[in-house]
């Protein structure tokens, strides 16, 4: 009796539903287009239906990742958020900096003399705009962003001043981390805390800049140590930072074809993964030791390597200034002329003789203190950016730097082809950072208001020849040209004490000297021989230097005579050379 009860009810039901989907007779019927809204109404509310459906579910799927995830993995997820961020800040940047300077230039100064007082504040003030912005945004993203802001410091004769001052900022002092993270890193890498390995450590970084921070510590005999920590997302972060920088540079190609920097981040991509690992920094400090050690008043920070990883460096403590930090130089009792003539020396001897340079030279990474001797002492940090520099090319180097001092044009052209640079003229400039004039040997260390102005301009209406000298030279040149340059700003800012062309020719001459010295064969492992061929190399270059100056100056002082008693008479550009 049930189950037929049940099958009278399904029927009814059956039959219900028919009459639902069909109307009564009588009644009247629905018109096409009812049917068709119906059915659009249906559609938008199963989109809507979908969209939020999405718009929570996705989130509150993520979220649940998220949280069930172990720390590493989450930190990834941040990265790709964060990585989008810092894609749409370096945008805004860019787009506000080019915005303010099309409406400086082309409202609020527009009509006024370039060297009116109304020009030159409003251009300032859109300078230092700029640069602000450019400091935050590099502060905010972080790591190679703090990197590429670091190396325009040290093209202070060509950015405004503006610049110079505010990214200054950039080269000791930019992040720091909160505690948890170092200690997440350190359980990482070495499965114990800081205060596990150290007697003492100082959470409280006394450096930060762009790859990590430096703490304070000591080890349990009681040595006082450096420790370089690297933030903690670095190295996760690092492609995703690259391809945003490779995005921006190809907008920029776009919208300005001349402007293609992207193959030098092409090129330097590698070197600067290298940066990343920490362990490869304490290799490259100790051969620099190594390289360096006949140098009494260079010091490199002993590694200790127990307490190293390749996110983690732990070396040898020691105190000084700033190279920069002239107050302090000079209240030490130290000459600025020795310091920065040990500066230069140092350099030099790695470009030309070594071969193995120190690609980051800036202040932050070059302290000054009182050794021994009582004397200007340097300490050379942060080991992690190194280019070699082939044999080949040290003695096409050293032969260019010579014969740029001598003024040996047909010589100048001869080594600029061997480093495969046709437009030599432009290159030895390049190199040199500043304008050459052949009628004249001596070249002042500070550029006069013409000189910059000289520069400037070249880099703005020569900037096609000027990267096409960049790509034919050999790919190494590109970050000497940052050492080079890196240390005549410093020079610059000790006040220029020291003639650094000629100091770094000197050391150009006996490099190329040893090295001629130790390719002939047994004869090498005499050093007398060495030292002989060494000096006698110095000599004929200091010979040479000399004789030139004294024949330009008979020269000058003859041609002034004959004009004086009226046997012959001198045009402008005659006058110019004689003055």
Same mark, same amino acid.
């Not at 990742?65 to 993995?73: F, I, L, M, N, T």
């Not at 370039?114 to 109304?118: A, D, V």
């Given at each position: ?15 219900? *539903? ?6 009564l007779?009588?009644?009247p019927?629905r018109?096409a287009?009812?049917?068709s809204?119906?059915?659009?109404d249906?559609?938008?509310g199963?989109?809507?239906?979908t ?5 929570v ?7 649940v ?9 989450r ?6 958020i ?5 894609l749409?800040r370096s945008l805004?940047?860019?787009i506000?900096?080019s915005v303010d ?12 003399d ?5 020009y030159?504040?409003?251009?300032? +003030? ?12 590099a502060?905010?993203?972080g ?14 004769h ?15 002092k930019?992040l720091?981390?909160?505690y948890?993270?170092?200690?997440a890193?350190f &359980? ?5 805390t ?10 409280e970084p006394?450096?930060a800049?762009?790859?990590a921070?430096?703490?304070?510590a000591?080890l ?5 140590v ?5 933030y903690?997302?670095? &190295?996760?972060?690092?492609d995703g930072?690259?391809?945003?920088l490779?995005?921006?540079?190809d ?37 620099c ?10 010091t490199v920070?002993?590694?200790? /390597? ?14 000084g ?7 302090? #130089? ?9 310091t920065?003539?040990?500066?230069? &020396?140092?350099f030099?001897e790695?470009i030309?003789y ?7 030279p800036?202040p932050?990474n070059v302290l ?11 300490v ?5 950016l190194?280019?070699?520099?082939s044999?080949?090319d040290?003695? *096409?180097?050293?032969k260019?730097w010579?014969?740029?001092?001598l003024r040996?044009?047909a *010589?100048?052209?001869k080594?600029?082809n061997?480093?495969?640079v046709k ?5 030895c ?14 070249l ?5 208001r ?8 070249? *880099? ?7 990267m ?8 190494p ?8 340059n890196t240390?005549?700003?410093?020079n #610059?800012?000790l006040?220029?004490?020291v003639d650094r ?17 130790? &390719? ?6 005499f /050093? ?10 110095s000599?004929?270059?200091e010979?040479?230097?000399? /004789? ?11 041609l002034?005579?004959?004009s ?7 045009? +402008?550009?005659?006058?110019e050379?004689?003055?």
């Open positions: 009796m049930t189950g037929e009860t049940n099958r009278v009810l399904r029927l009814c039901l059956h039959h219900m *539903a028919l009459l639902r989907r069909r109307p007779p009588g009644s019927l018109p287009g009812s049917f809204s119906l059915r659009e249906k559609r938008r199963l989109l809507w239906k969209l939020v459906g999405l718009s579910g996705v989130p509150v799927a993520v979220g990742k998220y949280a069930v995830s172990e720390p590493r993995k930190r990834k997820m941040r990265i790709v964060e990585g989008f961020g810092r749409c805004s940047v860019g506000f900096i300077y099309w409406w400086t230039t082309n409202v609020a100064v527009r009509g006024l370039e060297s009116s007082p109304s030159l504040a409003e251009m300032s +003030a859109c300078h230092q705009r700029a640069a602000e912005c450019m400091v935050e945004g502060i905010r993203n790591g190679i962003y703090i990197k590429l802001g670091q190396g325009l410091c040290s093209f202070n060509l950015l405004p001043p503006e610049y110079i001052r505010t990214l200054q900022i950039l080269e000791d930019a720091n981390r909160r948890k993270e170092v200690d890193l &359980r990482e890498d070495f499965n114990k800081p205060e596990q390995l150290f007697k003492t450590f100082d959470h006394i450096a800049a762009s790859l921070q430096v703490h304070k000591e349990f005999d009681g040595t006082p450096a420790v370089k920590v690297q903690i997302d670095l &190295r996760d972060r690092f930072d690259i391809r945003t490779e995005i921006l540079l907008i920029v190609k776009f919208m300005h074809p001349s402007f293609g920097f992207r193959w030098v981040l092409k090129d330097l991509k590698g070197t600067l993964a290298q940066e990343l690992d920490f362990e490869n920094e304490a290799k490259n400090s100790e051969r030791a190594e390289e360096l050690k006949h140098f009494s008043f260079v920070p002993k590694v200790f /390597w127990e307490l190293t990883s390749k996110r983690v460096l732990t070396a040898e403590f020691c105190n200034c700033k190279i920069n930090n002239v107050e302090e #130089i000079k209240r030490q009792g130290l000459s600025l002329k020795d920065a003539d040990k500066l230069i &020396r140092t030099a790695q030309f070594t071969g193995f340079i120190h690609a980051d800036h932050g000054v203190r009182r050794g021994p001797d009582n004397k200007a002492e340097l050379l940090l942060d080991h992690g190194y280019e070699y520099l044999q080949c040290r003695v *096409a180097l050293c260019l010579r014969s740029i001092v040996d044009e *010589a100048m052209e080594y600029s061997a480093l495969g437009e030599y003229f432009l290159f400039e390049m190199l040199l950072q500043r304008p050459i004039n052949m009628r004249q040997l001596g002042s260390n500070i550029l006069s013409e000189e910059t102005a000289y520069m400037r301009e070249m *880099a703005s209406h020569r900037f096609d020849s000027i096409q000298v960049l790509k034919s030279m050999p790919r040149m590109l970050l000497v040209f940052r050492n080079i240390v005549r700003s410093i #610059i800012t006040g220029a004490p062309y000629f100091v770094m020719a000197k050391s150009a001459v006996r490099g190329w000297g040893r090295i001629q010295a130790e &390719r002939t064969g047994m004869l090498p492992r /050093w007398v021989f060495r030292w002989v061929r060494t000096t006698w190399e000599l004929k270059f010979l040479a230097l000399r /004789w030139e100056m004294a024949s330009m100056s008979v020269t000058r002082s003859f002034s005579l004959l004086y008693v009226g046997l012959i008479s001198l045009d +402008a550009e005659m006058y050379y004689l003055r």
